[in-house]
């Protein structure tokens, strides 16, 4: 079965950085896009980025520059590196796959930006 998990969550100060993982499994990772989606706490889950299979990418205008999100294809592993981090990155971060008319989720990981 489809399974994702994400990874490398955690309490960072303003203008900090993280690098946060997915192992993914139970579907062909190199074939698929891959996202990065984001939840604060009251809100919705917003798309943070986006790798297609041949590594083209998408990023929310508030993310661009300093977050960069990026696949292992050998490893199953999607990253997403934050740097410049800002207290509005504070989140839920998911993993998030579509295949056909579904969409699978991971757990999700903390980050917490505070000083």
């Known amino acids: 079965q489809v399974q994702l998990v994400e990874s490398g969550g955690g309490l960072v100060q303003p203008g900090g950085s993280l690098r946060l993982s997915c192992a993914a499994s139970?579907?062909?990772?190199?074939?698929?896009?891959m996202s990065w989606y984001r939840r604060a706490s009251g809100q919705q889950n917003d798309l943070v980025a986006s790798?297609?299979?041949?590594?083209?990418?998408h990023y929310a205008d508030s993310v661009k520059g300093r977050m960069t999100i990026s696949r292992d294809n050998a490893k199953n592993i999607l990253y997403l590196v934050m740097n410049n981090t800002k207290p509005e990155d504070t989140a839920v971060y998911f993993c998030k796959v579509q295949l056909r008319d579904r969409s699978y989720w991971g757990q999700g990981t903390q980050v917490t930006v505070t000083s």
């Open positions: 790798i297609t299979s041949e590594g083209g990418t």
């Open positions: 139970g579907f062909i990772f190199s074939g698929n896009t």
